[in-house]
């Protein structure tokens, strides 16, 4: 079992800045893809940046060259730097951790934290 905790979501207005930041806890050593998702109202959750065991990344395309995710493996926490934000990027973003085991792969959710950028 794989715990996570967001925290750092916030209002904030168009142009501004926010770092988000996700604590895991429990098979720490068995994680091996980590990343968040957004879901904006009324449309499915979608991927914005992940980080592999590996240190590679991967962003949406609206995330690109304003978004940075990045991880402290001392702290086990994985952050989202988020920077120029925009009205679309408002949502819930979600941290993931993908756990494989015994050729099935887990992924673990955390609660949220809500990110709304106004005009």
């Known amino acids: 079992q794989v715990q996570l905790v967001e925290s750092g979501g916030g209002s904030v207005q168009a142009g501004g800045s926010l770092k988000l930041s996700c604590a895991a806890s429990?098979?720490?050593?068995?994680?091996?893809?980590r990343g968040w998702y957004r879901q904006a109202p009324g449309k499915q959750r979608e991927l914005v940046a992940a980080?592999?065991?590996?240190?590679?990344?991967n962003y949406a395309d609206s995330a690109k060259g304003r978004f940075t995710i990045s991880i402290d493996n001392a702290k086990n926490t994985v952050y989202l730097q988020m920077t120029s934000l925009k009205p679309e990027d408002t949502g819930v973003y979600y941290c993931?951790?993908?756990?494989?085991?015994?050729?099935?792969?887990?992924?673990?959710w955390g609660q949220g934290t809500q990110v709304t950028v106004s005009s």
């Open positions: 993931k951790a993908d756990v494989p085991d015994r050729g099935t792969t887990f992924r673990y």
């Open positions: 980080i592999a065991g590996g240190g590679s990344t």
């Open positions: 429990g098979r720490i050593p068995a994680i091996k893809d």
